[in-house]
């Protein structure tokens, strides 16, 4: 069993940063990656944001978050980080940390309870 539980979410400001946390505990998988879910949008399939090769390091993007996002792991302390720079309004979202075989939302067997940023002025 897996369980992922996210912290570092809040409210910033258009230009921000905000560096997210997820601690995995249990198993460590092939992937761990960040998805994204923006309010009153629960019909919708959350949006891939970054993920990250557990083994080799590569990592991955979600094409608005290139540039701006930096996704990385501490395998000493297993947790995960999600650095993100530059931030704007439209990336207020609950944002969600998982663990799964490859990346993509379908790739992903476990999920943690999510941790909701704000982007407001």
């Known amino acids: 069993q897996v369980q992922l539980v996210e912290s570092g979410g809040g409210l910033v400001q258009p230009g921000g940063s905000l560096k997210l946390s997820c601690v995995v505990s249990?198993?460590?998988?092939?992937?761990t990656g960040w998805f994204r879910q923006a309010p009153g949008h629960q019909g919708k399939e959350r949006e891939g944001?970054?993920?990250?090769?557990?083994?080799?390091?590569?990592?991955f993007y979600g094409d608005s978050m290139k540039g701006r996002f930096t996704i990385s792991r501490d395998s000493v302390n297993n947790t995960v980080y999600l650095q993100m720079d530059s931030l704007k309004p439209e990336d207020t979202a609950v944002y969600y940390c998982?663990?799964?075989?490859?990346?993509?939302?379908?790739?992903?067997?476990?999920w943690g309870e999510g941790t909701l940023v704000t982007v407001s002025s």
């Open positions: 944001v970054a993920c990250i090769d557990n083994e080799s390091g590569a990592t």
């Open positions: 249990g198993s460590t998988l092939a992937r």
């Open positions: 998982a663990a799964g075989y490859y990346c993509g939302i379908g790739g992903m067997d476990y």
